[in-house]
């Protein structure tokens, strides 16, 4: 069974600070792993995904298989990051069906 | 470009009541879900549909209802509406494939309220 595990479900930091939010997942297969953001009052949407490598916002995640991590990291944190972060488990790669999610967590950049 | 859609945005139901949440997409995605949110929860997927006419249980199929008569559209009806049902549905699309092939990535509409008291 696939699981992902976000610890902390809430997480403040001061503008300016560096920010990381965890995530562990159990997978047995090759997994692929995405963030997904939902600002207030707005849709979840796609963050980042480990495949593509790529830095949005300011944000990064590795995929590390021998942790078992996909943690998401931000060198200066910005008020506009507050948001809820949600790290997704994708199964097979073109499976959409086996995509799990964590419980979420909230973060609050500081003034 | 709407992306998804669904209506309604809250509902107040009562006990033994039924509904129909309605979904719509415009991106002509072959998959759509159905996820609820409860609170400090994360999504859990609660239907899916690969494509028209073909729809399968997800982690937390009881008490719902899904079809998939055409691929724009994959309503979910909640037949005899339980507390336990009061939650943020979120209704979501993809393709099998990003078309860059590097995931696949998902959008969701705006979600729905809805308190069965």
């Known amino acids: 069974a696939q699981r992902v595990t976000q610890p902390e479900k809430l997480l403040s930091v001061f503008k300016g600070a560096p920010v990381e939010l965890k995530c562990n997942y159990s997978?047995?297969?090759?997994?692929?792993l995405f963030w997904y953001v939902q600002y207030s009052r707005q849709r979840l949407q796609l963050l980042l995904r480990h495949i593509s490598r790529e830095s949005i916002k300011g944000f990064t995640a590795d995929l590390n298989k021998g942790e078992t991590s996909f943690h998401l990291k931000k060198p200066f944190a910005q008020e506009e990051d507050s948001a809820m972060y949600y790290c997704?488990?994708?199964?097979?790669?073109?499976?959409?069906?086996?995509?799990?999610f964590g419980s979420g967590t909230q973060l609050t950049v500081l003034p | 470009n709407a992306g998804v859609t669904q209506t309604p945005k809250f509902r107040i139901l009562k006990i033994g009541q039924s509904m129909t949440l309605q979904c719509t997409q415009d991106?002509?995605?072959?998959?759509m879900y159905w996820y609820r949110q409860d609170p400090g929860m994360g999504l859990k997927l609660i239907y899916y549909s690969v494509g028209a006419g073909i729809t399968d249980k997800g982690e937390v199929p009881n008490g719902y209802n899904v079809s998939r008569s055409t691929t724009e559209d994959f309503p979910l009806r909640l037949e005899l509406a339980a507390p336990s049902q009061t939650s943020v549905y979120f209704c979501?699309?993809?393709?099998?494939?990003?078309?860059?092939?590097?995931?696949?990535?998902?959008?969701f509409g705006e979600g729905s309220w809805l308190t069965v008291v």
């Open positions: 979501a699309s993809s393709y099998p494939h990003d078309r860059r092939g590097s995931g696949n990535t998902i959008y």
């Open positions: 997704a488990l994708g199964g097979l790669s073109g499976s959409a069906r086996q995509l799990t």
């Open positions: 991106m002509n995605h072959n998959y």
């Open positions: 997978y047995s297969g090759s997994p692929e």
